[in-house]
């Protein structure tokens, strides 16, 4: 079975300041690997996915993640952040939909940014 | 394409009423989602449909929840009787099949039972 573990639900971080939102996985199977957003009152929407091919990913918004599969990592960054990042980040793996379920998202990480 | 459409965005309920929340997910995508989001527990699968067929529904808490698919552009999920602690944003999504595409998601039902 796969699972997601974001290792943080909070992060507040000042703006200009750059941050990584931390995510692991475990899957017995190759993955595709992504980033949601949700801003306040709304649904979540795609940042950013890994699917094969260069290990570092450029998503919108100037946030970037990079996957390191000895690590089984996935972790979200943006070098200068803006107070309108403020939102929750859930990471979240799919894989064959064979016997798994599609799509597993993490808890979330809540970033805060302060002015 | 509008997107996935849910509705209602607000519920409010008397605790033992029913409520029923209603999905219509993106002409084409094969898969459904329905979502809980609540600030203790984050964001839990509840179950989830292919081709309307319910594949798996091991996240739905209790008897009292039921999810439908009747067509490809139709979803509801009802809670019958209703309790506090049902209060939650509810999402729905879908997905086109094939492995790593993205999943598009409704705006929330925001249910608040009294």
């Known amino acids: 079975a796969q699972s997601v573990t974001q290792l943080d639900s909070q992060v507040p971080v000042f703006e200009e300041a750059p941050v990584e939102l931390r995510c692991n996985y475990s899957s017995s199977v190759s993955v595709y690997l992504f980033w949601y957003v949700q801003y306040p009152n709304q649904g979540l929407q795609l940042l950013l996915k890994?699917?094969?091919?260069?290990?570092l990913v450029k998503g919108i918004n100037g946030f970037e993640a990079e996957f390191n599969k000895s690590q089984t990592s996935f972790h979200l960054r943006k070098p200068s952040v803006h107070i309108s990042d403020t939102a929750e980040y859930f990471c979240?793996?799919?894989?064959?939909?064979?016997?798994?379920?599609?799509?597993?998202f993490g808890k979330g990480t809540r970033l805060s940014v302060i002015a | 394409d509008a997107g996935v459409i849910q509705s209602p965005r607000h519920e409010v309920t008397e605790m033992g009423q029913e409520v029923t929340l209603r999905c219509k997910p993106i002409?084409?995508?094969?898969?459904l989602f329905w979502y809980r989001q609540t600030m203790m527990r984050g964001l839990e699968l509840l179950i989830y449909f292919n081709n309307n067929v319910p594949i798996d529904d091991s996240g739905m808490p209790e008897d009292r929840f039921s999810a439908k698919m009747p067509n490809a552009s139709f979803s509801t999920l009802k809670i019958q009787p209703s309790e506090p602690r049902d209060s939650a944003v509810y999402f729905c999504a879908s997905i086109i099949g094939g492995g790593g595409t993205e999943a598009f998601f409704g705006q929330g039902t925001r249910l608040t039972v009294v």
């Open positions: 002409s084409g995508h094969d898969y």
């Open positions: 890994y699917l094969s091919g260069s290990t």
């Open positions: 979240a793996v799919s894989g064959p939909y064979s016997g798994n379920t599609p799509l597993v």
